[in-house]
């Protein structure tokens, strides 16, 4: 659901789309265990199901707790946006820091990128573990900031535009 609380807009994920998110992890992460202790394929099913828990199972934790905990996928106000939408989530965004907002499809997917002006300052911002999994994302969509539309209560298009509003209104008051 979209909210605004004072000057910020507060984007949640709807409740049925996190638990949706959290039960495919565990699906996943049920996947790849038994392929470690049945090793149906041999040594190739189990590298692929030691990869698949490496992945899915932390991933899998982190879905489970933000479908418990309920915390906003993104927080726009009037300095920036905070995303926290995807394990590789940004963090705060200052828009003086925005280059570019679009909508960009990716195979059967849809996504938000943000491009930054300085890419390099701002992957030095992220958490050592994050800018591994922030790079590997750059070679599939372009740009520095990944926003599925799978966690928005709103189209990618809309929340494009009111992303660009924001900014704009930032940009003028400086």
């Known amino acids: 659901m979209t909210t605004q609380q004072a000057d910020d807009v507060i984007v949640s994920t709807p409740v049925r789309q996190r638990w949706r998110q959290?039960?495919?992890?565990?699906?996943?992460?049920?996947v790849s265990a038994a392929l470690v202790a049945t090793q149906p394929y041999g040594t190739l099913g189990l590298v692929v199901g030691i990869i698949g828990l490496v992945f899915f199972g932390p991933a899998t934790l982190i879905l489970a707790y933000r479908?418990?905990?309920?915390?906003?996928?993104l927080i726009l106000g009037p300095?920036?946006?905070t995303d926290r939408s995807t394990i590789t989530c940004a963090g705060f965004v200052p828009w003086r820091d925005v280059h570019k907002i679009e909508e960009q499809a990716f195979r059967a997917r849809v996504f938000v990128t943000v491009t930054v002006k300085d890419p390099a300052a701002f992957r030095r911002r992220l958490?050592?573990?994050?800018?591994?999994?922030?790079?590997?994302?750059?070679?599939l969509v372009s740009g520095d900031v990944h926003i599925p539309?799978?966690?928005?209560?709103?189209?990618?298009s809309e929340l494009v535009q009111t992303m660009r509003s924001l900014r704009r209104r930032a940009h003028a008051r400086t």
């Open 67 to 73: 479908a418990i905990r309920r915390t906003p996928a």
């Open 79 to 81: 300095d920036g946006f």
């Open 127 to 139: 958490p050592v573990w994050r800018r591994p999994l922030s790079w590997m994302n750059r070679g």
């Open 22 to 30: 959290a039960v495919i992890g565990i699906i996943m992460t049920a």
């Open 149 to 156: 539309e799978s966690v928005l209560p709103v189209p990618a």
